[in-house]
T-cell receptor
Framework: KAGVTQTPRYLIKTRGQQVTLSCSPI?????VSWYQQTPGQGLQFLFE???????NKGNFPGRFSGRQFSNSRSEMNVSTLELGDSALYLC????????????FGPGTRLTVT | EDQVTQSPEALRLQEGESSSLNCSYT??????LFWYRQDPGKGPEFLFTLYSAGEEKEKERLKATLTKKESFLHITAPKPEDSATYLC????????????????FGQGTILTVHP
């Protein structure tokens, strides 16, 4: 069974630009969660989507948004990039939103200059 | 607010030297506790889920246990390939959907096993 895939793997953007990251979950998984990982803050929850609906959101500004498509693939968007947005963005999929294990993709390394 | 604290921050072992990693948590109600392993430049790899105090899970040289306040990851006779960052995370019982899909992670324990 194929794992979670994320594209692109690496991105370099300039302050003020926007970026879109993509995540394809494991086949059959309907829940997709997004996390930001930085050396200082560790892994922090951004939001979760299930059946094309955002069901939960972490403490991040409105510049961070996402969506999920009918095939469960998900995208997250960051507008007006700031230097502090440089991080590893991880997507995780699960078959449902409950206390079920989440399987992570390899991440997208975003560098903002 | 849900909190997860892992100790030690870093642990260096000789090959074959068994030890334990600690994960202390504070949540209003625990729905599940998860252990992951993360190698440099990669996403976390799922290891175990624990749901209730007294539960234990094993996989090769790893054994995870759970009490009402903490979890331990015991590593028996580790090998150099066990070197990685081990992450602990909790999912809380939140009202109004506040727990949906949300894992709260600790900062991790960096394990180095020397041959």
């Amino acid at each position: 069974k194929a794992g979670v895939t994320q594209t692109p793997r690496y991105l370099i953007k300039t302050r003020g630009q926007q970026v879109t990251l993509s995540c394809s979950p494991i086949s059959g998984h309907r829940s997709v969660s997004w996390y930001q990982q930085t050396p200082g803050q560790g892994l922090q929850f951004l939001f979760e989507y299930f059946s094309e609906t955002q069901r939960n959101k972490g403490n991040f500004p409105g510049r961070f948004s996402g969506r999920q498509f009918s095939n469960s693939r998900s995208e997250m968007n960051v507008s007006t990039l700031e230097l502090g947005d440089s991080a590893l963005y991880l997507c995780a999929s699960s078959w449902a939103s409950g206390a079920y294990e989440q399987y992570f993709g390899p991440g997208t390394r975003l560098t903002v200059t | 607010e849900d909190q997860v604290t892992q100790s030690p921050e870093a642990l260096r072992l000789q090959e074959g030297e068994s030890s334990s990693l600690n994960c202390s948590y504070t949540v209003s109600g625990l729905r599940g506790l998860f252990w992951y392993r993360q190698d440099p430049g990669k996403g976390p790899e799922f290891l175990f889920t624990l749901y209730s105090a007294g539960e234990e899970k094993e996989k090769e040289r790893l054994k995870a246990t759970l009490t009402k306040k903490e979890s331990f990851l015991h590593i028996t006779a580790p090998k150099p390939e066990d070197s990685a960052t081990y992450l602990c995370a909790v999912q809380a019982e939140g009202g109004g959907g506040t727990s949906y899909g949300k894992l709260t992670f600790g900062q991790g324990t960096i394990l180095t096993v020397h041959p």
